[in-house]
């Protein structure tokens, strides 16, 4: 079998995509192996790129950091978006099939869970009272449905004018109230 090391690691040749992808755990391919040993981390968003389009040619003067948008464009073909969309026009109706059906829905609501599961606290200061509170919601601003509640009626967010049923004469009052009659009836 051929193969290729760098910094003591065995790469084979991968026959479906041409990269040459490490023979050990975790599998890493070759050119990003290359350059995390000479540079460092490769920065989120960012691919290496194979500046004479060789994948075979490892070599650190071979390969350069670029923009991942940059990089999918210097590589997409009209041919390869043509095959992209028609992969999209097939792959639509199925997934929206599954997302409807029972398993679907099941694992959206396991995944919403584990998500929120997952999601850190952090601190808030009530907008009312300035107490400090833990949440897991970003935009909460209140330490209680009590304070928003308050602070809602304080500042006269939910009135609403109502004509009286006695004498039609017009008065405000909050819109989850059941009052029907002015103060002076």
């Known amino acids: ?3 290729q090391i760098h910094f003591n690691r065995q790469f084979y ?5 041409g990269y040459w992808i490490s023979s050990d755990y975790p599998r890493i391919r070759a050119h990003r192996w290359v350059w995390i040993n000479v540079h460092g981390n490769i920065p989120k968003g960012y691919h290496i790129h194979h500046k004479d ?3 075979s040619n490892n070599t650190i003067e071979n390969l350069e950091l670029v923009e991942a948008g940059r990089h999918i464009r210097h590589h997409i073909t ?7 969309r028609r992969l999209v026009e097939y792959i ?4 929206k099939k599954w997302h409807a059906s029972k398993e ?7 995944h919403g869970l584990m998500c929120w599961i997952k999601r850190k606290e952090f601190k808030i200061i009530c907008k009312l009272c300035c107490k400090e509170a833990i949440t897991k919601t970003y935009h909460q601003t209140f330490c209680s449905d ?3 509640s308050k602070w809602r009626r304080d500042n006269k967010i939910d009135d609403e004018t109502r004509s009286c049923e006695r004498c039609e004469s017009s008065f ?3 819109k989850y109230s059941k009052k029907k009659f002015c103060n002076n009836h």
Not at 13 to 17: A, G, M, P, R, V
Request: charged share 45%.
């Open 1 to 3: 079998m051929i193969y």
């Open 13 to 17: 040749i991968d026959k479906k995509t």
């Open 53 to 55: 389009e060789n994948k």
């Open 78 to 84: 009209d041919e390869k978006r043509e095959k992209a």
């Open 92 to 95: 639509r109706p199925l997934t």
């Open 104 to 110: 679907g829905r099941q694992w959206h609501k396991a």
């Open 146 to 148: 009590k304070c928003k």
């Open 172 to 174: 405000t009052c909050n």
